[in-house]
């Protein structure tokens, strides 16, 4: 694995903590020249990955980060669209202004990243476009309502795109996982919860970052057009397609009821 990424030039938006963070130090270690590009400084310096600035929100911002890149390298093969912002609550206790945070960074900084590497890579004849979305675009995912819209864009986008990109050397994958441990949480927009909350209603198992990298590692180098993990995730979806609407009248529905009782 190490030598399929060995002196690939790679973006990652949002790698200051969680899985950027994680991926950008993996991509370290395997020789790749990696860039984060995220709004914050990053939490932790990692040797050999340099740091632009960037609100994915500001198109013109990110075309400035690309074209740093391309005068240093001439390419990028490689855009992680990882940057992102969680939001926890009812929809009736959610304003507009939130939704319209949540979509901006989740949903629109995903499409501007897209649009100029896909731009890129066709030109060039050569690349590979990583989105992260959620298993939240796969299916109901109450308490973040907007959160989930934004995911559903997501995997529509990726899944789209990868058609028309395949006979031009453009790779599009889309990475759908269950809940990782991350920064997500406690940096999420809440309304009537804290980050404590939040964790006690999650009624799956959070899965460790160094596991979850190790996924997303193994299913760019497959070229997978969706990667889909862990093992519940994958049972939930096969359950979903025999027994419908089981989730959201069982699982979904006690999550929502006991949200309802620690509301704040």
Request: proline share 5%; charged share 20%.
């Amino acid at each position: 694995m190490q030598k399929f990424f060995q002196d690939k030039v790679i973006l990652i938006t949002g790698a200051s903590s969680g899985i950027g963070l994680a991926l950008s130090q993996t991509f370290a270690q395997y020789k790749a020249i990696v860039y984060n590009a995220d709004i914050q400084i990053p939490q932790i310096s990692v040797p050999d990955v340099s740091y632009l600035p960037l609100d994915v929100r500001n198109f013109e911002q990110f075309q400035w980060v690309f074209q740093e890149i391309f005068r240093k390298h001439q390419r990028v093969d490689m855009l992680i669209n990882n940057a992102g912002i969680g939001i926890a609550g009812e929809a009736q206790d959610l304003s507009i202004e939130a939704w319209k945070k949540v979509l901006e960074i989740n949903l629109f900084g995903v499409v501007n990243g897209t649009k100029i590497a896909y731009d890129c890579m066709v030109k060039q004849g050569f690349g590979h476009i990583v989105n992260i979305a959620s298993m939240s675009a796969l299916m109901p995912f109450p308490l973040a309502v907007p959160y989930a819209t934004a995911k559903y864009g997501v995997l529509g986008l990726s899944r789209s795109l990868r058609v028309e990109g395949e006979k031009l050397g453009v790779k599009v994958t889309a990475i759908c996982p269950g809940f990782v441990e991350s920064s997500l949480y406690e940096n999420a927009i809440k309304a009537h919860t804290n980050t404590e909350k939040i964790k006690s209603t999650i009624p799956f198992p959070i899965v460790p970052t160094e596991k979850a990298v190790k996924h997303i590692l193994k299913g760019i180098v497959s070229n997978k057009a969706v990667v889909i993990f862990p093992f519940y995730t994958k049972l939930i979806l096969w359950l979903e397609r025999i027994f419908p609407n089981l989730l959201s009248k069982f699982i979904l529905q006690k999550a929502v009821r006991d949200f309802r009782k620690n509301k704040i």
